[in-house]
């Protein structure tokens, strides 16, 4: 997984519909899919991540009579700044909602179910195409007892991961100890070439690399932050990404 990789998020409320999608679209490389039920999750989704193509079911709740909380998702999707143009694939079982979906939403393509499936992968594809960089995140979001708390991450020095914790060196000093996020999540999230995954439970800040010892594999920090150690088989990815930027 790199910062460079396409991101999908499908919003589908039917979970064999929704690993059908995910077997289809699994051979696509470069490409992270996130998974979202409702348009509750999917909008928090738009918000944490960079979303480089949305996949929406017009139909989200099957209890109730005429839904289309898809659409409303897409135009929520629709004025946020950054999402204005992101292409849209829409499916959906309804006969004919497709002239608003185009019209007036700006979708890239509309499927009917059943459709098949080898022209819908073909759409994914051209449509990954038109993708434009994402500016990275100026934040870093996490929660905590039903509160977000932001930090800047031109002050985080490094992410390290123990216990399933997952902790935040600040540039101030302080180490914030935060609800636990994967490696690939955290730099799906700040979507940015300079923090580096330097091991199975370190990210680090290129801005704060004093020095690199190759042979012996660590980082030195600037500001008596320390060492970091680099995983062996993480060895020439991290060196080549952070010659890159």
Request: hydrophobic share 35%.
């Amino acid at each position: 997984m790199n910062t460079s990789d396409k991101q999908i998020l499908i919003v589908e409320d039917n979970n064999k519909n929704m690993e059908k999608l995910c077997e289809v679209l699994k051979d696509i490389k470069d490409v992270y899919i996130h998974k979202a039920k409702n348009s509750e999750q999917a909008y928090r989704y738009a918000l944490e991540y960079n979303i480089d193509l949305f996949i929406v079911d017009i139909i989200l709740n099957t209890k109730v009579f005429a839904d289309i909380s898809g659409l409303k998702f897409i135009e929520s999707i629709r004025s946020i700044n950054g999402y204005k143009f992101t292409p849209i694939i829409v499916t959906t079982s309804l006969e004919d909602p497709k002239f608003h979906a185009y019209s007036n939403l700006h979708c890239f393509r509309y499927y009917e179910k059943p459709y098949d499936y080898a022209e819908f992968k073909k759409s994914v594809v051209e449509a990954l195409e038109y993708t434009t960089p994402k500016k990275a995140k100026d934040f870093y979001y996490y929660k905590d007892d039903g509160v977000i708390y932001s930090i800047k991450t031109k002050n985080i020095v490094c992410f390290q991961t123990n216990n399933r914790i997952t902790y935040i060196q600040c540039k101030n000093g302080k180490v914030m100890p935060t609800p636990y996020k994967s490696n690939k999540k955290i730099l799906l999230e700040l979507n940015s070439k300079k923090f580096l995954r330097c091991s199975n439970n370190t990210i680090v800040n290129a801005e704060y690399i004093e020095g690199i010892d190759k042979s012996n594999r660590y980082v030195m920090l600037v500001d008596d932050f320390g060492t970091l150690e680099i995983g062996p088989k993480l060895k020439k990815k991290f060196l080549e990404d952070f010659f890159k930027c």
